[in-house]
């Protein structure tokens, strides 16, 4: 007999059954991957239609989150939307800011994003925390990290952000004081504003922020000498060193000196005077942080103080003047009676 036999019809019967088991299987498994992610492909591209002008309002992120099944599961499907080929997810900028609104859910994907090789995935992972508040305080390990990162402007996004969530633990603050010594100046005033920020607990960094006053870089004096009025319990030393900035060539440093100096020092007359006559500059930044200053002073009920602000009531910027208005109500309701009345 010439030629080959052909197949048994059992045989092919199996073939072809096998065949259309493996196909099924195989349809299967593409959609149980393949549909969530485009379903989140969808949402994210409604996220960038519904930037205005690159992040929707709130009450549109929730809407969002929604439609991917909450917070939770919306962690969990943008994170492995993230871990998706490019073709099938394009928009993981989107995808990285809509974390954001996924609460505490939304951190650890953030966190690791902060380990991405891509410096504008780590940007963008640093501005989605910032968007959370203090909900992105448990990232406070993966930005004390960060602060060490290559990139300079990972490290000032890592240093602001730690002041911004009302991070308080003591090795953040030393970080943070470590950090002063930072060779890029940025860094340097976002670390000092960060400890500005924190407060009291805050007070151990005293000692670096006191050097940091004589920093060569205008933005990290001003910004240690408002923080070292923020965090109270001065360093010795830092009286006669914020006094020195009273003569310093930029202004901003003289204005946070003298606030800082009357808050540290009982509001003494040679710090008041820097900013009397900084609250008359006719350039109206300078003249706003200085009255601002004397407002925040208010409180205290200095004569010296509510003298200069009286004069400010007839500024001619209309913020000035509610400021001051607003900050002098303040000061007399805080006062004996027999303090303002004949």
Known sequence: MNGCEAAPPSRIRTAVWVAGVVALVALVICGCLLVPTLQTRWVVSDFDLHRAPDEPADETNQALVKRLGGSESAAARLKAYLASSRWLAPKKASAIMLLAACGRHGVRPLEELLQS??????????????????????????????????????????????????????????????????????????????????????????????????????????SAAHSLGQIGGPHEGTIAKLRQLLGDSKLIVRIWAAWSLCRLDNTPEDAIGVLRVLGTSKDV??????????????????????????????????????????????????????????
Not at 292 to 316: F, I, M
Not at 325 to 331: C, G, I, N, R, T
Request: aromatic content about 4%; proline content about 2%; some cysteine.
């Open 285 to 342: 930044y300078l003249r706003k942080q200085a009255i601002g200053c004397l407002c925040l002073l208010a409180p205290t009920g200095a004569k010296a103080v509510l003298e200069v602000l009286e004069k400010a009531r007839d500024d001619s910027d209309l913020e000035i003047r509610q400021m001051v208005a607003s900050a002098l109500a303040d000061a007399y309701l805080r006062a004996e009676p027999e303090e303002y009345n004949e």
């Open 117 to 222: 090789d891509d410096e504008g995935v780590r940007l963008r992972a640093l501005r989605a925390l910032s968007r959370m508040g203090s909900e992105a305080r448990s990232a406070t390990p993966a930005l004390v990290k960060a602060l060490n990162d290559r990139e300079e402007k990972i490290r000032q996004g890592a240093a602001s952000l730690l002041g911004l969530i009302g991070a308080r633990e003591q090795s953040t603050v030393s970080a943070l004081a470590r950090a002063l010594g930072d060779p890029d100046a940025l860094v340097r005033a976002y670390a000092a504003g960060a400890l500005g920020r924190i407060g009291d607990d805050a007070q151990s960094a005293s000692r670096a922020l006191t050097l940091a006053l004589s920093d060569s870089d205008y933005r990290v004096r001003a």
